[in-house]
C-alpha cells in the first residue's frame, strides 16, 4: 500500500502533542501533513493536502470537527473524533459508526482505531461516510431539557430576557456575540460554539464561523462576482457571510 497522510486537529497543545507523539509510536509509516489548532486550520489542512486519515476533536474554535470532517470526507479521507463527550453521546457515536477516541486517549483504543483504518483503506473508500458523518451529527445535538429557551442579553443599561423563538440570527463580533430579533438586538458574551450546544439544529443552522441564523428566516443565498456566498433574510437588510464548509447544508435550496 501506498504511504498514508494525516492531520490532527486539537485546540488543546498538551492533547495534541500527546496524541501526536503516540500516533508516531503506533504507526510510524504514517505521514502527518499537519497539525492544527482549529476548525479553519483543518480545513485549510485539508484543501492543502488532502489527507487519508483526519484525527479531528469533535469541539474546535471557529468551525466544529463535526464539518471539518465533511470536508475531510469529501476530499476522500477517513475520520477518527477525540472527544469527552459523555456516555449519552458516545452512544451515539457507537449508533452512527463513525470511529472515536475518548479522551484521554488510552494507547490500547488508539491501536484498535489504526487497525480499522488500516482495514479501511485497504478496501477502498466507502460511500456513505457523509451520510454517516450528518446522522452522527443529528444525534449529537440537544433534545429537550437540553435546548435554551432564554437568553439574558444586555441592551444598554438593562438586561433583557429573550426568548430563544424571537432569535433571527446571531452573529460573532469580537469578543462578543450579537443576538438579532425581528425588531432589536443586544449583546452577549457567551461565545457561540457554547450556544450551539443548546439550539436545536433543525431549527438554527450554523453558516460561518461567526454565523449562526434561523433556518425559517432565510430567504436566499446568492453568490458574489468573486464566488463568496452570502445569506439574505425574509424582511431584513441583513447579508450574512456563508463559508465553503457549510455550503453543503444549502443542497437543494
Known amino acids: 500500500m501506498s504511504k498514508v497522510t494525516a492531520i490532527v486537529a486539537e485546540d488543546e497543545p498538551p492533547q495534541r502533542a500527546a496524541l501526536l507523539d503516540m500516533l508516531a509510536d503506533a504507526w510510524p509509516e504514517l505521514e502527518i501533513c499537519a497539525a492544527c489548532e482549529d ?18 476533536d469533535i469541539r474546535m474554535p471557529g468551525i466544529s470537527g463535526l464539518d471539518v470532517a465533511l470536508a475531510a470526507v469529501a476530499a476522500g479521507g477517513r475520520v477518527v473524533f477525540t472527544t469527552a463527550y459523555d456516555d449519552y453521546a458516545i452512544r451515539a457515536f457507537e449508533a452512527g459508526a463513525v470511529d472515536y477516541l475518548l479522551k484521554p486517549v488510552a494507547p490500547a483504543r488508539l491501536a484498535k482505531a489504526i487497525e480499522r483504518l488500516r482495514e479501511q483503506l485497504a478496501k477502498g473508500r466507502e460511500e456513505d461516510l457523509q451520510a454517516r458523518i450528518e446522522d452522527l451529527e443529528s444525534r449529537l445535538q440537544p433534545r429537550g431539557d437540553r435546548l435554551l429557551r432564554w437568553i439574558s442579553a444586555s441592551v444598554g443599561d438593562n438586561v433583557r430576557m429573550i426568548g430563544i423563538d424571537e432569535v433571527q440570527f446571531f452573529q460573532a463580533q469580537d469578543k462578543y456575540v450579537r443576538v438579532v430579533t425581528g425588531d432589536d438586538e443586544a449583546i452577549i458574551r457567551t461565545p457561540l460554539k457554547d450556544l450551539l450546544a443548546g439550539l436545536d439544529p433543525e431549527v438554527f443552522w450554523q453558516v460561518h464561523r461567526g454565523v449562526v441564523v434561523r433556518v425559517a428566516a432565510i430567504d436566499r443565498l446568492r453568490k458574489d462576482e468573486l464566488g463568496k456566498a452570502r445569506i ?22
Not at 486550520?41 to 484525527?55: Q, T
Not at 439574505?232 to 435550496?253: Q, T
Open 39 to 56: 476548525g479553519p486550520a483543518a480545513l485549510e489542512a485539508i484543501a492543502e493536502h488532502r489527507p487519508d486519515v483526519a484525527f479531528l
Open 232 to 253: 439574505s433574510l425574509r424582511g431584513r437588510e441583513d447579508s450574512l457571510p456563508v463559508s465553503a464548509a457549510f455550503l453543503h447544508r444549502f443542497r437543494g435550496m
